[in-house]
């Protein structure tokens, strides 16, 4: 039988000032880069940082969420398909989003393995 791996979750929501995908941080912050995000190893830290999460949205960001992450190569990637997508940007147009910025990268690279 395969080890269960730890829960690892962080929470997200989006800016409502151009819609990018946003992490909140250890300092309490929203950050456009997941690998800043403050990552919980339990149910009750979950839902406490999801909280403070949700009480720092002020006018910034829209819908905070907790999501289900691993560590891969020392960078932290969602587990789900969506939050993957997420990360990229809108997926009907490469030339905006994140993946504008580095063009030379095709979608599915930046998506991995998909867990459902």
Request: hydrophobic share 40%; charged share 30%; no cysteine.
């Amino acid at each position: 039988m395969a080890k269960q791996k730890d829960l690892l979750q962080l929470v997200t929501a989006n800016r409502l000032l151009d819609g990018l995908v946003v992490y909140f941080d250890d300092q309490l912050r929203w950050s456009e880069n997941i690998n800043d995000a403050q990552l919980v190893r339990s149910k009750e830290e979950a839902d406490d940082f999801l909280e403070k999460g949700r009480a720092a949205v002020a006018h910034d960001v829209v819908e905070p969420y907790l999501i289900d992450v691993e560590i891969e190569n020392g960078s932290i990637v969602p587990v789900r398909y969506r939050e993957k997508l997420r990360i990229l940007g809108p997926s009907v147009r490469l030339d905006l989003g994140r993946q504008a910025k580095n063009n030379s990268n095709h979608l599915g690279n930046h998506l991995g393995s998909v867990h459902v």
